[in-house]
Every structure is written in C-alpha cells, then in structure tokens.
C-alpha cells in the first residue's frame, strides 16, 4: 500500500516570508495528490491538489509541484500571512484503484509570525 | 447547501456504554470515510465504504462497526467505549476523484 512521509512537522516564518512543506510518496501508482489545511478547532479543508499529469500547479499565493521520477510533491506558500498559521496535510491515491489508498502525510504545524 | 454533517459536536459517556455517531452528507457522494484523530495530528483511517451495502476496515482498528444502508448516511458504532477511543472523530465523503470533504467532527470523551 501506499505511504506518504511529511517534512517538516513544524515550522515557523516570519509574516512574508515563504514556507515549503515536502512529501514523498511510495506507491508509484499514485497519480493524484491533494494538500489540506486544517485550522485550530476547524475540519479539515482542500487547498490545492495535483495530477500525475502535470508537474506544477499554482493558485495566488499557493503552489504545488509534483516529481513523478522522485516520488516527492511540495507545497509552496508565498507571502506568508498569519492566518495561513494552521496544520497541513498531504495525501496520495491513485484514482483508478478500486481499492481505498489514499493515505495521509503526518502533518506539518505552520505557525507564521506577525 | 450540500454539505456533510455529524452529530453530536461532543460526547462525554462512560466506559463500557454503546454509542453510535452520525454522519449524512447531502453532496449525492458515493464514498465515505471515518477519520480518528488526535487535534492536529494525524489522521487514522478507521473505516470507508465506496456505496451502499459496501464497508470496509481500514488501518486502525478501533472495535467499531459501521453500516451504510443509505447513500447519505454513514453512522459509527462503538459498541463499548473505552477511555482510549477518547478523541476525535472525523467523517469524509467524496466522488472517485478523491476530493475529500469533511464535516465538522465529534469530540469524543470517555470516562
């Protein structure tokens, strides 16, 4: 089955500074990768996600880029602000399984200083 | 609006007494799921089920069963809660794109 590894756990910036979160993935079935951001006390919500069929996708101040190759995919938040302060997910599935493998990156806890 | 719901918010009970969550969602999804998790961290596939009649266990066994007798609905059973199923349990729906969307979860306490 699949298993998606998340680096770092934490992190700070400073307010309009850049933040990078990185996953790598092991499955290389996989071809569909989603990023959620999850604020204190609050469900967990879809930001951006990504196909295998693409290797970079970019919404304002958001971005995802995908290495098939390397089985790694990154988030890419610009411009910090405080409240992108939250915790971030990243998955991996393969969309054409039958089979429920979309599995969860442990989390990142993004903490932006104002 | 379509959206997915859970029932209750919070939930304090005994240990050893039966209960069941509530979840039904209105997004005409096929799939739905059932997350564990602890606040902020990671989240613990317990159960999913890609239809009616159609259940599955997924990584974390946590003594729960599940039914799915209708499309929108998708309730959670433990059938005797121990202080260790104290958390938080969230419920997910999606189409076969695998966009999942969450609702709002329940805090679960046990004493």
């Known amino acids: 089955g699949e298993n998606v590894e998340q680096h770092p756990s934490t992190l700070s910036v400073q307010e309009g500074d850049s933040a990078v979160i990185k996953c790598t993935y092991s499955?290389?079935?996989?071809?569909?990768f989603p990023w959620y951001k999850q604020e204190l006390g609050k469900r967990p919500q879809l930001i951006i996600d990504?196909?295998?069929?693409?290797g970079e996708k970019k919404d304002q101040r958001i971005a995802v880029t995908l290495n098939k190759t390397a089985k790694h995919f990154s988030l890419h938040i610009t411009e910090t602000q405080p409240e992108d302060s939250a915790v971030y997910f990243c998955?991996?599935?393969?969309?054409?399984?039958?089979?429920?493998?979309?599995?969860f990156g442990a989390g990142t806890r993004l903490t932006v200083k104002p | 609006e379509a959206d997915i719901y859970q029932t209750p918010r919070y939930l304090v009970i005994g240990t050893g007494k039966k209960i069941t969550l509530e979840c039904s969602q209105t997004?005409?999804?096929?799939?739905m799921y059932w997350y564990q998790q602890d606040p902020g961290m990671e989240l613990h596939l317990i159960h999913y089920?890609?239809?009616?009649?159609?259940?599955e266990k997924g990584d974390l066994s946590s003594e729960s069963t599940v039914s799915r007798i209708r499309t929108e609905h998708f309730p959670l059973t433990l059938e005797s809660a121990r202080p260790s199923h104290t958390s938080q349990y969230l419920c997910?729906?999606?189409?076969?794109?695998?966009?999942?969307?969450f609702g709002s979860g329940t805090q679960l306490s046990v004493l």
């Open positions: 997910a729906s999606s189409v076969l794109d695998g966009k999942l969307f």
């Open positions: 089920s890609y239809g009616v009649n159609s259940t």
């Open positions: 997004m005409g999804h096929d799939k």
């Open positions: 499955d290389s079935a996989s071809n569909y």
């Open positions: 998955a991996a599935s393969s969309r054409t399984s039958n089979n429920n493998d979309m599995r």
């Open positions: 990504i196909r295998s069929n693409v």
